[in-house]
């Protein structure tokens, strides 16, 4: 192996969405990327299934830092939500889907997209 070139482990790239705060009528989803630090271009989050939304990273986030990220929801409403959340590399290669790693043989082959139940009041 030549000096600088990165070894795939297969389990680079899992984004996750954790709480919500509210302001106003606005929610903001927090969420995190772990990642083996290769270059992330975008993270993205999912709601009932729509469109694919880009989020924000925080500036504070380095190579090897957990990759902290936040989105704008607007609209929310009273009821249960599915959120999702999605981490794409430099290279193009974005998360799997559950369905995508159906041939994972360990939980540590699992950096499939993880789906949160929600609930606004």
């Not at 504070?60 to 607007?74: D, I, V």
């Amino acid at each position: 192996m030549r000096a600088g070139s990165r070894v795939s482990t297969g389990i680079s790239r899992i984004a996750a969405c954790a709480p919500m705060k509210k302001s106003g009528s606005v929610h903001t989803i927090h969420g995190f990327v772990l990642n083996d630090g290769t270059p992330l271009k975008s993270v993205e989050v999912q709601i009932d299934g729509g469109p694919w939304q880009k989020a924000a990273f925080d500036s504070g986030n380095s190579q090897y830092s957990w990759k902290l990220f936040t989105y704008k929801w607007e609209g929310a409403t009273p009821g249960e939500h599915t959120i999702v959340s999605r981490a794409t590399d430099a290279d193009g290669v974005i998360q799997p889907t559950a369905a995508e790693l159906a041939r994972k043989r360990t939980f540590l082959e699992d950096n499939g997209q993880f789906p949160r139940k929600v609930k606004i009041g």
